[in-house]
């Protein structure tokens, strides 16, 4: 049993490349959600979606894009990297009543 | 707006002192409230939750509806206990957790 997955756990961009965090999780979970992790901003909820096929935003989307065609997969597109997207990644899925599961983390930085 | 403030970025403690993490939240509605902890080079996870009212490796937390405060104590600090911690708010059918900025919690020997 995986859990949450993601990969990968370090890339470095340049200003303007695009990419795709992936994220997996094999627990079933109808809820998933992207987080980013910044020193003395805790934790900030970017994209989440209940379901295959929902996903909505949520405190800090700009930049950031999601889909979620099967509940598995919940991979976060950046479409046009900037330095301020220079950050730690979190994907999580949701247990209720509350609990997350968590990933591993990606460290991305943008140059 | 909801909203989860832990005042203190760093703090440290020695081994066997009691050792108290301040949250404090702000939310209209009813809150469902959490600690979760991430140990060097492990993952988040959660310590505890409000609704259990558990003692989870020692530690406690209280929630304090007429201060909007959901404080994580121990009597006796570890070394283990060292670690980065987040207390979360959970709202809308707990679709969403607001978390704090963290406070990282040194235990010195």
């Known amino acids: 049993n995986a859990g949450v997955t993601q990969t990968p756990k370090f890339q470095v961009l340049k200003t303007g490349q695009s990419m795709t965090l992936q994220c997996a999780q094999d627990?079933?979970?109808?809820?998933m959600s992207w987080y980013r992790q910044d020193p003395g901003m805790g934790l900030r909820l970017i994209h989440y979606?209940?379901?295959?096929?929902?996903?909505d935003q949520g405190e800090v989307p700009n930049g950031y894009n999601v889909s979620r065609s099967t509940t598995e997969d919940f991979p976060l597109r950046l479409l046009s990297a900037a330095p301020s997207q220079t950050s730690v990644y979190f994907c999580?899925?949701?247990?209720?009543?509350?609990?997350?599961?968590f990933g591993e983390g990606s460290r991305l930085t943008v140059l | 707006a909801q909203r989860v403030t832990q005042p203190e970025k760093l703090l440290s403690v020695f081994k066997g002192a009691p050792v108290e993490l301040k949250c404090n939240y702000s939310?209209?509605?009813?809150?469902?409230l959490f600690w979760y902890v991430q140990y060097s080079r492990q993952r988040l996870q959660l310590l505890l939750r409000h609704i259990s009212r558990e003692s989870i490796k020692g530690f406690t937390a209280d929630l304090n509806k007429g201060e909007t405060s959901f404080h994580l104590k121990k009597p006796f600090a570890q070394e283990e206990d060292s670690a980065m911690y987040y207390c979360?708010?959970?709202?809308?059918?707990?679709?969403?957790?607001?978390f704090g900025q963290g406070t990282r919690l040194t235990i010195n020997p």
């Open positions: 999580a899925s949701l247990s209720y009543p509350g609990e997350l599961f």
């Open positions: 979606s209940v379901g295959a096929g929902i996903t």
């Open positions: 939310y209209s509605g009813s809150p469902e």
């Open positions: 627990m079933n979970h109808e809820y």
């Open positions: 979360a708010l959970s709202f809308q059918g707990a679709q969403k957790l607001v």
